[in-house]
C-alpha cells in the first residue's frame, strides 16, 4: 500500500513543519508507520515511527526533541510536527508502514521497501 506524504515547503532555519501521511482504505490506521527521509546525494534514512495505538514511538538521534510524531486513527493520518529546522534537515520525506515502531522494523522497511511514494520536499534555508 503507498501511503502520500505531504506538508512540505520551503522553511527558514528556526522554523516548524507539520507533514502529514496519509492513505486511501484502513492500512494506515491499523499500521505501525514510519517517517524517512532522503537528501540529495544521500542514502534515504529513518526518522521516526510510531506504533499502531500510538503508545510507542522511536526518533533518530538528529531529530529527537525537535521532532514529534502523533497520529490520529479516526482521520487515518499520521503527522510529524518539525520544530527548530536546519538546513541539515532539508530532503525529500517519505512516510511508510513498517513492521513495528523500532528501530530493526526502520532498518528493515529502508531494506525492502521497493516502493516508497512520490515523498513531499522539506527545504530549510539558512
Known amino acids: 500500500v503507498q501511503l502520500q506524504a505531504s506538508g512540505g515547503g520551503l522553511v527558514q532555519a528556526g522554523g516548524s513543519l507539520r507533514l502529514s501521511c496519509t492513505a486511501s482504505?484502513?492500512?494506515?490506521?491499523?499500521?505501525?508507520i514510519g517517517w524517512f527521509r532522503q537528501a540529495p546525494g544521500a542514502e534515504r534514512e529513518a526518522v521516526s515511527c510510531i506504533s499502531q495505538s500510538g503508545g510507542s514511538t522511536y526518533y533518530s538521534d538528529s531529530v529527537k526533541g525537535r521532532f514529534t510524531i502523533s497520529r490520529d486513527n479516526g482521520m487515518n493520518t499520521v503527522y510529524l510536527q518539525m520544530n527548530s529546522l536546519t538546513p541539515e534537515d532539508t530532503a525529500v520525506y517519505y512516510c511508510?508502514?513498517?513492521?513495528?515502531?523500532?528501530?530493526?522494523?526502520?532498518?528493515?522497511?529502508?531494506?525492502?521497501?521497493?516502493?516508497w511514494g512520490q515523498g513531499t520536499q522539506v527545504t530549510v534555508s539558512s
Open positions: 511508510s508502514v513498517v513492521l513495528a515502531a523500532t528501530t530493526y522494523a526502520m532498518d528493515r522497511a529502508l531494506r525492502e521497501n521497493d516502493s
Open positions: 482504505g484502513d492500512t494506515l490506521r491499523y499500521s505501525a
